[in-house]
């Protein structure tokens, strides 16, 4: 085989396989992450990619490109960090439902409060793959988990309406059954001042998927396809997800605010005037 | 290196100890903190958010301590010499981050300005309750260093010292402070730019596709990169490889943190910074750190006045814990006395070092305030007269 | 004199601290002694009581707290009545004499009394009573060099208010040189 | 993997590689011109990989690369292939 | 003075004076909630209170109820597993700005999610007291604190929008100002099923107002008074706070939703049928 | 007291470890668990989860770990028996709840199954790593009890134990299981409930007005009340008076804290559990703990069937440590041998209650698998040969 | 303190304890029927503490007590102080 | 024979552990021996190669991990390639014959196969394949006896599949006892 698949060169090919297995989404969300990239409009050099733990925290042990594998839930933290001491770097957070949502919930709220200018893909497939299926705070009522087994019994957050009233200012949805909205999303999200969120719906055959009765990574993402509207512009307020329900799709945030460097800017150099030197970074 | 003078104050200054760590993080060549407000420390950040923004760093005030302690290795990683500062509750909060900078093997800085405790205790009064923390706190094995500043000089002075360590051995350096010289304001001497020592980050000068993170060679310490530079490099917490890849197998794990603990371990002869007066033919050896080295100081003027040999070992260097050098005084030495602000920590690392060579007595205290210098007077009485010279020759009086 | 307890008590808001850095400053920085300086922290909010401790010393200080002070200043009634027994017998008490009234003392002390609130009230701000306090004290303590306090109180003091200051600082000197 | 053989031919190329293949079938779901569908036989790993059976139908989208999880297929259009 | 004010019976007189300054809003939300336990319709022996650390993390020290003084941004948690081993219990949080909602903002957002059957009363004075005035998550834009002293430049969250977001089922705003209206809505919440969240705009003339040159607690007081205007059922959306700004007040959200336990008992009698017991707390 | 038969799951069972530690939680009485997923700990609470519901508990899956380690807090003051569940990144954040269990001392249970770290590390795989962790891991002074399973069985027994411990003395108790003995599956044998053995918690009897939080009386213990009771109870991680009131001073500090670490020191000689064998005549005692005290098992029986006198001291109960036993040991073994799963933990201790008495020989290991039996063996080879009997009278041989 | 001297008498009372008050004027400020001024002395914590200077017009309504932040002053209808 | 250790290993989603549960539990429970069971995890999710390993034995099991497996039951090509190298030379090989040829086999080895999911397909359900293999390992190993392996069986599925698992061990059995 000669020809060469053109993601490879943005991925840690030495590292081939990936773990994940037979029809998880994540290996799409990277394709889609991948083509994302390829035309932002930023060089790879000056993209950082930063995950926590999970099967989702994996993509940044696979993506060549200067690459994290934080702790579990403190992506945004070390991401927060990373951009603030060299701001010229895009730092990208790609994480999982649990790490960003369950034990790293706070972090989210306060980068998005801050506007802190980072992007946020959540790759939300309702569970924790990696510690084997349990309730994340996005598993929907009613399906069953390893900690649910009589049916979740608690509320999921409506992700992208939480962004909103934290600050953020790009909101998209998207399932992986959607590769270039996806990709075009991420795209703009990265180009996007600020904080950004991305959630993709994904598919968790082994752990999610089965468990429900709802097939392999092929049958949920002819699901996805059946069951997904599009709604750019949609209220938040109306986006939230339910077991086997719809999914309403598309970009419902698109707004500006100062960022958080922006606003760091302003402040010093009313403050400091000509003795201001518009902070660049620590070198 | 030389510091670089944007950021160092060099005159006399009247300063309290949380301001000096400051300014020592500055001099150091620190440009990035991150922090929470926990009392006895918040002074130290309320100083760094005034005056950072005029000299080229970022303060940013994180939503807790568990951010705080990840958002500096996230900006090392992007370059820069960052530090994080707290107290006790945040230092639990932080050890998840400990264990995560001994494993990336990010060089960064820990203060701890020690408060009473356990739990909230007493928030504005000192204590030393958590030296064994310091070394112990997060899980798994790892090693960091830890310094004990006594005075607000040291405090500046010890700052710089841990910036440095951090970077030689690319290792969490915890900056164990507490209540009382971090609330204590004395002269403290900034020097000129030029007379600092600054240890500057080693980058690899290898290319990108050459480099491998965690190749350490010789030196033990492998060299860095940070992001944005090219390499694509990838660092994770998982247990890996030299290229920094996720490596699953018993084999390398211990390869990973063979040479974490070991780097330490092997070093710790040119890490250890120790203050010894008169031991060379003490009876009787007070050995203290931070605050209570102080108090100690005038607890053995008072023994002096009574004749008694009493010799004194400060700990600037809490970890790694001078071994070598107090099995060698234990061999002569009749009896040491460890007074300190806990119900005895550093006291079992001595008691375990000397191997019962010597006698050992804690002058333990929970807390809340310093020893009375009486008190520790009192056992180095005690340690005088009740041990004996075990089957060591006796020392020339 | 190798070492001098000091205690600075009052109300918060008083100044009392910064009265207490000032003299800190002024031996440690602008003359070759060794001082130092703590607190005493509560969880109590402000508004309540505070005091900043000094010692002042020939050679460097070991124990850095206060246990028995040989001069006390109280701006407050609280203040001075908290600190009083500890105050050592043959103390210098300095007093606000208008918000203090100096009673229960022993008989080895010396009590110096100025009305500082009024004084900087003259002066054109109340807030400054502190500085005169400042002088007062240097007067009649004659620990520490005028010229030194002076430095200090420029030094300390936040930029664009020195003049007023040491114009509190020199009417506190004036008063306490009258009163020896 | 199969190149056209007509005389326009096909507009685009697909390329599989099997080994990385583990056979959850999104690329012959959504392949938009029905080119693949599963081979029978089994590649080491134990999973049916896809084949083109319909190459001549290849636009070379891509989105079959795109969906693909395990980064083991992908398509082109002839002519950047060959150049 | 043999006349006793009614309030002392709720209060550990013992511990009489508190530590909070003059002018500090906390006794006044104090009384403020005592009168809404006070006719709530629950036994006091019945109510536990809890709190985290701070200014306001000392009222579960004054009051003389079950109270509890746990750890800094820890109290919903802790108040949490005190509500399910006894379910009989109304639990009520009080605690600061940045207790809940900077280090604790989590497990606000995730209590609300589940609708754990718990009161939220946050007490907002825009700054740590306890510390010494540092910046919060609620610190208005310009603002100065210890730790922005050339004004805050961090966009603080609009509370009642994040608490609806994240699914509480009761959001009012008050002011200290307001004593009358902030006891009633306190009751309200109370006796609500499900989360509840009441926000208390208070001052802190020590370290908040001085700072910012606002005056002492009976200026700010009297701000509020002019400041203010309630809006009951405002959209969250429209009530973020700005330095000196309008406070829109009022109730805004008062919605039905099963609570945790309420959502628990259904899926596990569906479950177990006649085989579960309902679950009424550990004894 | 006996244990409840609801929830008593009486008979012999073929289970692994996680399993047999929900098991043992439910035997005891434990009826509320709040915990964080984490391998490999997770099936502990899966189960959990599972059985909980129909035997009148509550189990519920919190964000994180330290909502986790604060909500038992809050359930045991509601009247629960309670524990939460996880392994070493999780332990870490649960540090400051380690801290509050012991200010407020509150009974309840930690449970850590140990996996290899620092940081990430290799989440699948065994180690030893968090033993000084357990003891050390909070700020400030105070002491808990852990204890160490070697096997399902034991994942049983010792978690009753656990929560006995508990409420006996009013502590967090850490159960430091390992990914081996959580993921290994034997037999485990569950007795009828009337067989069990379950201490119940201790309530005052006093009236409410009379009743004061931290009263300990001559037990060091206090009794304890729960909310709803009608006792208008405080308490607080302040430091505290025996009303549960703040006291912010360093005598209260000082009564305060004491007791808190003296209830667990001064009663170590109950607390203490040991398992010796042939110890009385032996040249070498292998110290062991956990799973490697099954491989130390192996390792002995070879030494042995070459005629050594090997004795092995298991530790049951690692804290408190044995200090008592091990320094009468000390005087007439020859050498201990002392191997774990990390890079010597324990054996600090070891080496320091022994105070040079006899010789002592760490066998360290990274973790990620058990020793090899064989370096054991070698290691007890090495003791027995090369160490010498001091100053202490040769054992009969 | 004081009780009302008309025949009618007023209908509330309003009781201080000036020795828990911090003087932050609260209660002067929002009595809405101006019972209340500052008294020219201190208490022993320093602060001016309120008087009832016009206590016939006191109804009792207690939102003095309701704000004071001390729990210093509280304000009652007469029938109750008497029953 | 005082210990055995034993290794079954296959795929994801085939139920060697379960099978590996079932010796492990019919040892232990329902026979007077010892057995202790231990399974590699590792990152890689569900789906690729796993494995159970067991140790039976009259005496106490101290050490946990199977090392040199006397016993090899594989079900999938991919874990006889990675297990038959450490399996010891005088190994009982045992193979899902249509999923695994056995190549490289060792001289001393004996093979035993059977067409396990053929069998399990035949009874109804392709899931039930690993209890045929652990019928079939009762016939050809002799460890452990026939009732107390049927016991185990019942006790470890899930309840309401007891007849149907039954059915698919004995047919291992017997399809094992017929080969001997
Ligand atoms: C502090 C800590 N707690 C728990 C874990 C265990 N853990 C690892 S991944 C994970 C969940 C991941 O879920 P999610 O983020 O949804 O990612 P997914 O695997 O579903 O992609 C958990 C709980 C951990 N590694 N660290
Ligand atoms: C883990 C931890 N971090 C930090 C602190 C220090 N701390 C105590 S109170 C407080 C802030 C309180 O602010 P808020 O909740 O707004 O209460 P306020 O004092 O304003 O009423 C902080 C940061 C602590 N006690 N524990
Ligand atoms: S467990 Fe789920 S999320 Fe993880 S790799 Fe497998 S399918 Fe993907
Ligand atoms: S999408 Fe990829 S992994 Fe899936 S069947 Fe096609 S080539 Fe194989
Ligand atoms: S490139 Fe497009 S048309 Fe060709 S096989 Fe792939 S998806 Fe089908
Ligand atoms: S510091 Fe502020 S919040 Fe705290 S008691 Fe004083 S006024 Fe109240
Ligand atoms: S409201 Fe209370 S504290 Fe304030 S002045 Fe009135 S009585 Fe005093
Ligand atoms: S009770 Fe009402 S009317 Fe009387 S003093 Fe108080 S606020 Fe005024
Ligand atoms: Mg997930
Ligand atoms: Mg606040």
Redesign the interface.
Same mark, same amino acid.
Do not use: N, W
């Given at each position: 085989m000669s020809r060469v698949n053109p993601v490879n060169q943005y991925l840690r090919m030495d590292r081939m396989p990936h773990i994940w297995c037979s029809g998880c989404g994540l290996g799409t969300t990277v394709n889609c992450f991948i083509r994302a990239i390829e035309n932002c409009g930023y060089p790879r050099e000056q993209i950082s990619i930063v995950s926590g733990i999970g099967c989702t925290g994996r993509v940044a042990g696979y993506l060549k490109l200067d690459s994290f594998h934080t702790t579990h839930g403190r992506p945004i933290p070390f991401a927060t960090g990373l951009k603030l001491a060299n701001p010229k770097l895009k730092v990208v957070v790609i994480s999982g439902d649990g790490d960003l949502f369950a034990i790293g919930g706070n972090h989210f709220i306060h980068a998005a409060r801050r506007n802190m200018d980072l992007t946020v893909v959540c790759v939300n497939n309702f569970t924790y793959g990696m510690t084997g299926g349990q309730l994340t705070p996005t598993t929907p009522i009613d399906a069953i988990s390893s900690t649910s087994p009589y049916g979740n019994f608690e509320e999921p957050f409506n992700l992208p309406f939480l962004a909103e009233s934290a600050g953020a200012v790009y909101v998209a949805r998207w399932t992986t059954y959607h590769v270039k909205q996806a990709a075009r999303s991420i795209r703009e999200a990265i180009q996007k001042n600020g904080l950004s969120f991305v959630e993709i719906i994904s598919p968790c055959p082994t752990l999610y998927g089965r468990r429900n009765k709802l097939g392999d990574g092929l049958a949920m993402m002819k699901a996805f396809k059946e069951n997904s509207a599009i709604v750019n512009g949609a209220d938040t307020r109306e986006v939230g997800l339910d077991f086997k329900g719809k999914i309403v799709c598309g970009k419902f945030i698109d707004r500006e605010k100062p960022s958080f460097l922006d606003m760091y800017h302003t402040t010093m150099a009313e403050r400091f005037g000509p003795f201001y030197e518009p902070y660049e970074g620590v070198q | 290196m030389k510091a670089d003078p944007k950021g160092v104050l060099t005159g006399?200054?009247?300063l309290?100890g949380d301001h000096a760590c400051c300014e020592g993080a500055l001099s150091a060549g620190c440009r990035f903190v991150a922090g929470y407000p926990i =009392?006895?420390s918040t002074e130290v950040v309320e100083r760094i958010a005034a005056r950072f923004p005029s000299v080229g760093g970022m303060f940013i005030q994180m939503e807790d301590e568990i951010a705080s302690s990840i958002a500096i290795q996230g900006a090392v990683w992007g370059g820069a010499k960052a530090m994080t500062v707290t107290s006790g509750p945040g230092l639990s909060l932080m050890m998840e981050h400990v264990g995560l900078a001994a494993m990336l093997e990010t060089p960064c800085v820990f203060v701890d300005v020690q408060r009473s405790g356990p739990s909230t205790g007493l928030? =504005?009064?000192p204590a030393q309750g958590d030296m064994m923390q310091a070394r112990w706190g997060s899980h798994g094995d790892y090693e960091i260093i830890a310094l004990c500043p006594n005075s607000p000089q040291e405090c500046y002075d010890l700052t710089i010292a841990a910036f440095n360590l951090a970077e030689e051995y690319r290792v969490p350096v915890m900056l164990m402070m507490d +209540?009382?010289v971090g609330?204590?304001? !004395?002269?403290v001497i900034i020097p000129k730019a030029e007379d600092i020592e600054v240890t500057p980050r080693r980058y690899t000068t290898q290319k990108p596709g050459k480099y491998l993170p965690y190749q350490a060679g010789r030196s033990e310490i492998p060299l860095m990169v940070k992001a944005g530079d090219g390499y694509l490099f990838h660092v994770t917490g998982l247990t890996h490889d030299e290229r920094g890849y996720p490596a699953m197998n018993a084999e390398a794990h211990d390869r990973c943190v063979r040479r974490l603990v070991e780097k330490i371990r092997n070093n710790a002869r040119r890490i250890i910074r120790l203050e010894e007066t008169d031991t060379a033919d003490a009876e009787v050896v007070v050995v203290s750190y931070g605050?209570t080295s102080?108090?100690a100081?005038?607890a053995i &003027?008072m023994a002096r006045a009574d004749g008694l040999k009493v010799g004194h070992l400060r700990l600037i260097t809490a970890w790694p814990f001078p071994e070598k050098r107090l099995r060698t005084l234990a061999s002569h030495v009749k009896a040491f006395v460890l007074p300190e602000l806990n119900f005895g920590q550093m006291f079992l690392e001595l008691q375990r070092v000397i191997e019962g060579k010597s006698s050992c007595y804690p002058v333990p205290h929970a807390g809340g305030?310093?020893h009375e210098?009486e008190a520790i007077y009192q056992r180095i009485l005690y340690a005088a007269r009740h041990s004996r010279l075990k089957d060591k020759k006796e020392v020339a009086r | 004199m190798s070492a001098t307890e000091i205690k600075f008590a009052g109300?918060g808001g008083q100044g009392v601290i910064l009265a207490g850095?000032i003299i800190?400053?002024a031996a440690?920085?602008y003359e070759n002694k060794?001082? =130092?300086?703590? &607190?005493s922290?509560?969880? +109590?909010?402000?508004?309540?009581a505070c005091s900043a401790q000094v010692i002042l010393s020939d050679e460097k200080?070991?124990?850095?707290?206060v246990t028995r002070p040989e001069i006390l200043m109280a701006l407050? &009634? !609280?203040a001075f009545n908290k600190f009083l027994p500890e105050t050592r017998d043959n103390a210098i008490v300095i007093i606000e004499e208008e918000l203090v009234r100096p009673k229960g003392l022993k008989s080895g002390m010396k009590v110096f009394g100025i009305p500082a609130t009024r004084l900087a009230e003259e002066l054109g701000r109340k807030m400054i009573l502190n500085i005169v306090m400042v002088g007062f004290f240097t007067a009649v303590t004659r620990l520490i060099d005028y010229e030194a306090v002076k430095e200090?109180v420029k030094a300390s003091v936040p930029h664009g208010t020195e003049h007023m200051n040491l114009r509190a600082y020199e009417r506190g000197y004036e008063y306490g040189q009258a009163l020896l | 993997m199969s190149d056209g053989k007509k005389s326009r031919g096909p507009r685009g190329v697909v390329t599989i590689n099997a080994e990385l293949c583990k056979g959850c079938g999104f690329c012959i779901e959504f392949c938009p011109s029905g080119v693949l569908a599963f081979s029978d036989t089994f590649n080491d790993k134990g999973y049916h990989t896809p084949q083109a059976v319909r190459p001549e139908a290849c636009t070379g989208c891509d989105l079959c690369g795109a969906y693909c999880p395990d980064f083991a297929i992908f398509g082109m259009l002839k002519e950047k292939v060959v150049a």
């Open positions: - | 006399a200054h009247f309290d =009392t006895p928030p =504005t009064m +209540e009382c609330h204590m304001t !004395e002269k605050i102080r108090v100081g005038k &003027q305030t310093v210098p | 109300l850095i800190g400053r440690s920085i060794y001082a =130092t300086l703590t &607190q922290f509560g969880p +109590e909010a402000r508004g309540s200080i070991l124990y850095p707290y407050s &009634q !609280e200090a | -």
